[in-house]
């Protein structure tokens, strides 16, 4: 569940959809049905808040073939949503966190930054058009990334959420015994996100991430502020981190871009002979 990001109900109930379908997606899968999980504040909320909101992640789930079928609500102080998805995967073809091989390469399928775009929001820093392209990456679905990470031969995979992308990095180097370099060069943004970054506008859950993945990170005490606030920021409805063969990377990209997706290559995986086990270059 996670707490309103946006102030149209509708639009917040599209990120929750497609924040919880990612699950599914990073595993390789189809999802089939969802219950939703709701808190709301009956006494204080108009019904069409929660009608909007609900809306909204309907609109998602059809658009992924998934039906909702049910789920709970509660009267909460605090507006809350989520979803419970189940989906299929056919066992032998399942991408999972601890799938990744040395000298794969890192590919990277939506642009980093909703965390410090959503706080540049609620400060009244952030642009129309900022917030918009963030909008639009939270809203979409990963469902071309993951078919195309399969049709690739892909076999390790995570989604970038809450964590950050060094956080979500952390558990597929550790679930797969390798260590990997980062191209802080490479890392996608969204409008507006390194300009946040360098001016202090991150989310508390920034440095939350980093005191949880910065052991594993080489130089961790000498990096400088805003590229922490990049590579901690927390996620919502982020993309696909994948391990990709290097032989597959060519037909990987063309197949996501082909779609109209994106994807880019941010790094690689390295024998697990380092100290720490991630590097940013």
Same mark, same amino acid.
């Given at each position: 569940?996670?707490?309103?990001?946006?102030?149209?109900?509708?639009?917040?109930?599209?990120? &929750? &959809?497609?924040?919880?379908?990612?699950?599914?997606?990073?595993?390789?899968?189809?999802?089939?049905?969802?219950?939703?999980?709701?808190?709301?504040?009956?006494?204080?909320?108009?019904?069409?808040?929660?009608?909007?909101?609900?809306?909204?992640?309907?609109?998602?789930?059809?658009?992924?073939?998934?039906?909702?079928?049910?789920?709970?609500?509660?009267?909460?102080?605090?507006?809350?949503?989520?979803?419970?998805?189940?989906?299929?995967?056919?066992?032998?073809?399942?991408?999972?966190?601890?799938? &990744?091989?040395?000298?794969?390469?890192? $590919?990277?399928?939506?642009?980093?930054?909703?965390?410090? %775009?959503?706080?540049?929001?609620?400060?009244?820093?952030?642009?129309?058009?900022?917030?918009?392209?963030?909008?639009?990456?939270?809203?979409?679905?990963?469902?071309?990334?993951?078919?195309?990470?399969?049709?690739?031969?892909?076999?390790?995979?995570?989604?970038?959420?809450?964590?950050?992308?060094?956080?979500?990095?952390?558990?597929?180097?550790?679930?797969?015994? $390798?260590?990997?370099? @980062?191209?802080?060069?490479?890392?996608?943004?969204?409008?507006?996100?390194?300009?946040?970054?360098?001016?202090?506008?991150?989310?508390?859950?920034?440095?939350?991430?980093?005191?949880?993945?910065?052991?594993?990170?080489?130089?961790?005490?000498?990096?400088?502020?805003?590229?922490?606030? @990049?590579?901690?920021?927390?996620?919502?409805?982020?993309?696909?981190?994948?391990? %990709?063969?290097?032989?597959?990377?060519?037909?990987?990209?063309?197949?996501?871009?082909?779609?109209?997706?994106? &994807?880019?290559?941010?790094?690689?995986?390295?024998?697990?002979?380092?100290?720490?086990? @991630?590097?940013?270059?």
């Amino acid at each position: 569940m996670i707490t309103p990001i946006a102030d149209d109900p509708w639009d917040f109930g599209r990120i &929750a &959809a497609a924040n919880t379908l990612s699950d599914v997606y990073a595993m390789g899968g189809a999802p089939v049905s969802a219950l939703s999980i709701i808190a709301f504040p009956v006494s204080s909320e108009p019904p069409e808040t929660f009608r909007r909101m609900l809306q909204g992640g309907i609109d998602i789930m059809r658009s992924a073939g998934a039906a909702l079928v049910g789920g709970h609500s509660i009267d909460d102080p605090e507006i809350k949503l989520g979803f419970s998805v189940t989906g299929v995967v056919h066992p032998d073809r399942i991408m999972t966190k601890g799938g &990744a091989r040395p000298g794969d390469v890192l $590919v990277l399928t939506k642009a980093i930054g909703t965390g410090l %775009v959503s706080t540049a929001l609620k400060k009244g820093e952030a642009s129309a058009d900022s917030w918009g392209m963030a909008l639009d990456s939270m809203t979409a679905l990963n469902a071309v990334a993951s078919a195309a990470a399969l049709n690739a031969g892909v076999r390790a995979a995570t989604d970038v959420t809450g964590f950050g992308l060094l956080g979500h990095l952390r558990e597929m180097v550790l679930s797969s015994g $390798v260590a990997a370099e @980062i191209e802080m060069a490479a890392i996608p943004l969204l409008p507006g996100a390194g300009e946040f970054a360098e001016r202090g506008l991150s989310p508390g859950g920034t440095w939350r991430n980093k005191k949880f993945a910065g052991c594993l990170v080489e130089g961790i005490d000498s990096m400088s502020k805003a590229d922490a606030a @990049i590579l901690f920021d927390p996620q919502t409805s982020g993309g696909l981190l994948l391990a %990709v063969p290097e032989a597959a990377v060519a037909g990987l990209l063309e197949g996501i871009r082909t779609e109209g997706g994106n &994807a880019h290559v941010i790094g690689r995986c390295l024998e697990n002979s380092m100290e720490p086990t @991630i590097r940013v270059a």
